[in-house]
């Protein structure tokens, strides 16, 4: 920072009669404030910085300047005085080393330090021996370090525990901001803040609470900002998974199961066939089963961190083709049964139509017979001698109807003809 102009000359002179006088006229003459006016340069300083106390508004005709610490003009927080006309300066009881009077009245704080932070007080005495005042303030912050992220509970369980962040070092006119999945803090009713916002408090912490948190420490010289700090969360085991979804094998068959939970710590696997511990692995492997393969397959994982197990049975059946179960019936089954049906079909009208050509011509036959009796009534009254002594001859007459399919049967021999045989009655007289 550039002073406003080169500072003055040190030295010790004889100002005993000056501040005598600046006792008296401050006490007759009490100090006017209202044009004086004293600006921090820069507003804010962190600590180890310079500043600058810039006078504005001085009088053109003055005999000196007083700096004094504190919001009042008191000799024993005077910290430097300087005279115009001989440029030199006198140091005071507050005077730490760091400080520097120019000309124009302004002072410079070199390697500032937090006690520094307060009011100020320039007194101007002017050639009419009118004393005017200006009061000014240095802000004081410390240069943040890198923040951090401590946690109450390093392994927190999943829906038991609560877990409280804090973000460190404490330091004095800080800010606090949290920030998770690189974006401010959700409203939610489990997340709870501090007054100071210092703390972060998760309560009933899930699975979804891991992270990661950043944690902001802002002052008005500083801005720092943590690493990201992740929860290790203990959850689960959820219900385990078994691989693949298939239940039914064939015999010599290679069965090869896999078994998976979330969780974490990562789970630990046990296979269970019908209630028989088998192997502590998470994959199960058979190379040829059997029959004797049939049967319940349990999976058990376990999780070591928050000392919960889970259980999953798949029932597994081992069978050769002829006895395996089918979900449903192959094309050629589906062919065969439509022809049997079409077969069937025409048997039946066939034999329909067989059975009304046999009633029809049955009563033909009869009209005939009926027609000749008259005759051989008429014929055996002329006769009457003869009816007695003869003997009655019957002869029968054989109709056979063949019915023939109509359709092929679907076996490889043929089907046999369908045959009806009626007989008829002739009497010979």
């Known amino acids: 920072m ?10 010790r002179v004889p100002w005993q009669e000056l501040l005598l006088a600046v006792s008296l006229l401050t006490f007759w003459n009490p100090p006017t404030t209202a044009q004086v006016t004293v600006e921090s340069v820069p507003p804010n300083v962190a600590e180890g910085k310079n500043v600058l106390l810039s006078v504005h508004n001085r009088p053109g005709d003055l005999i000196g300047y007083g700096w004094f610490r504190g919001p009042t003009a008191e000799p024993s927080l005077q910290i430097v005085s300087y005279v115009v006309n001989t ?9 730490s080393g760091r400080e520097t009077i120019y000309p124009n009245g302004s002072l410079l704080f070199q390697n500032i330090t937090l006690n520094d932070t307060g009011y100020y007080t320039v007194q101007i005495i002017k050639k009419n021996l009118q004393v005017v005042q200006g009061r000014g303030q240095l ?11 401590t946690s109450n509970n390093s392994d927190p369980v999943e829906n038991v525990d ?18 998770v999945n690189n974006g401010s803090l959700p409203a939610s009713a489990k997340l709870e803040l501090s007054l100071d916002n210092r703390t972060l408090t998760i309560h009933g912490v899930t699975r979804n609470d891991t992270g990661p948190y950043e944690c902001e420490t802002r002052n008005p010289v500083s801005v720092g900002r943590s690493d990201p700090f992740t929860l290790n969360v203990l959850y689960g085991p959820d219900a385990p998974t078994i691989s693949p979804s298939d239940s039914y094998y064939h015999l010599g068959a290679k069965l090869s199961l896999s078994c998976h939970a979330a969780s974490n710590p990562p789970a630990q696997y046990s296979w269970f066939i019908n209630g028989r511990p088998q192997s502590s692995t998470q994959e199960l492997f058979i190379p040829n089963i059997t029959a004797n393969d049939s049967g319940s397959y349990a999976c058990l994982a376990y999780n070591s961190g928050t000392r919960l197990n889970k259980t999953t049975v798949k029932t597994i059946t081992v069978s050769d083709d002829r006895t395996q179960p089918n979900s449903g019936l192959p094309p050629g089954a589906i062919v065969g049964i439509v022809i049997g049906v079409l077969a069937g079909v025409a048997v039946i009208a066939a034999l329909v139509y067989f059975l009304f050509i046999r009633k029809t011509g049955g009563a033909s036959d009869l009209r005939d017979v009926t027609e000749h009796k008259p005759s051989a009534s008429n014929h055996s009254k002329d006769h009457p001698d003869n009816l007695s002594n003869k003997i009655e001859e019957v002869a029968y007459s054989s109709l056979n109807f063949n019915a023939q399919e109509s359709t092929k049967s679907t076996s490889a021999s043929p089907s046999p003809a369908a045959t009806e045989t009626v007989y008829t009655e002739v009497r010979k007289m």
């Open 2 to 11: 550039e002073p406003p102009s080169a500072p003055p000359r040190g030295g």
């Open 87 to 95: 440029q030199n300066s006198t140091t005071g009881p507050a005077y």
């Open 139 to 149: 802000s004081v912050f410390p240069e943040l370090p890198k923040p951090s992220i």
């Open 162 to 179: 609560s877990v409280v962040l804090t973000c460190g070092p404490q330091t004095q006119s800080t800010g606090y901001l949290w920030l």
